[in-house]
Nanobody, 121 residues
């Protein structure tokens, strides 16, 4: 069983920055994690993948609207990922979720509880 705990959300004015953290726990997590990612869901909108990182190799993916502004990273020793968010815009306002895909799963199969990010204009 994997548990994911996010932190770092909050309120910021447009143009500001926030850094989200996600820590994973569970026996031998690193042995079966394939990828980790950050999703977000704004009110009345579908959940979308914002950024992801492969655990082995560290290759990354970014949704078009955040390219150049957000950066995802991982710390293998700490079983953690981070999302550095710069030049925030009001449209970035959402609940941000950390998720992981483990071996044998065809999609992200463990989720955190979410953390609210609010960007005011």
């Amino acid at each position: 069983q994997v548990q994911l705990v996010e932190s770092g959300g909050g309120s910021v004015q447009a143009g500001g920055s926030l850094r989200l953290s996600c820590s994973a726990s569970g026996r031998t997590f690193s042995a079966y994690v394939v990828a980790m990612g950050w999703f977000r869901q704004a009110p009345e909108k579908e959940r979308e993948l914002v950024a992801s990182i492969r655990w082995a190799g560290g290759s990354t993916y970014y949704e078009d609207s955040v390219k150049g502004r957000f950066a995802i990273s991982r710390d293998i020793r700490k079983n953690a990922i981070y999302l550095q968010m710069n030049s925030l815009k009001p449209e970035d306002t959402a609940v941000y979720y950390c998720a992981t895909q483990t071996l044998g799963a065809d999609s992200y199969n463990y989720w955190g509880q979410g953390t609210q990010v609010t960007v005011s204009s």
